[in-house]
DNA sequence: CGCGACCTGCAT
DNA sequence: ATGCAGGTCGCG
């Protein structure tokens, strides 16, 4: 479920069940995660307090009270679960325990997470952050005349923009009206701007469903997405039929008649 | 650039 | 059985 929404959401969980605390063990339960925190960064965790939780783009940043950083990336299918039921659900390939006897897993059925431990706080190239001030229409143009790319796999440059992935960029595409398949070099001012307050816009809408939804099973609206995995299904702006490409190996979803290139 | 690899589960 | 999935990296 990881997009910068559901990353967010993930993060305020984790920073409620982990500011404060120290690690007291990490179990590490699928090779996948071993690979990226081997059993010697695993044990050199013990012992560590945790003094904030931060999200950059998808990522998660776990401060450690000694300068160092805890790096997790939910990739496709992570998430966090708490409470930690006794029985672990086979789909747990994480667990810290802490001080206080609370604990916190990594559900992850496709276990592609990846959980690092980093020195100090980990360099990154990543662009800002899709809901930040600093993603100024400015900022975007001058980032995507540089290239020549279709915009959609654009915003999937985690370098340009922080935080988007494969849905919303699809439906923050089809919020400002503009075909996925224009090059980035290519869109006039006013369209980026447009583009601007769509993403913001996607996201805050996102983050809202989010907070509503968190954590709970049952009842999603069915009218979540615009366009995404509405292929064949009307344009609820005109009418007219969803397409599906394929861009950067990735399906994209949008109107060919309500957007244009 | 696109494409496979990394993993597992789900729908067809 | 096949193909697909909300992500990213490294390869040719």
Redesign the pocket.
Known sequence: ???L??VEMAAALARRVATGRTITSVLVR???QR?SLPPRDARALRGARVTAVERR???QLFRLSDGRALLV????TGDWLHPVPRRLP??ARLVFTFDDGSRLALDD????SVISLCDGPPASRAGPDAIAPELSPTYLAAALAR????IK?AL?D?SIVAG????YASEALWRSRIDPRTPSNRLEPPRVRALVRAIRATMASALKYQERYYGREAREPANRFAVY?REGKRCRRCGSTISRI??????SYFCRSCQKR
């Not at 394929?246 to 399906?251: E, I, K, N, T, W």
């Open positions: 479920m990881p997009e929404p559901e699928h090779r996948a690979r783009g998808k990522a990336h939910f990739r496709m086979a789909t059925p496709r276990a592609l290239r020549r790319i279709p796999v999937l985690q988007i992935g494969n849905i995995d394929v861009q950067a190996g990735r399906s």
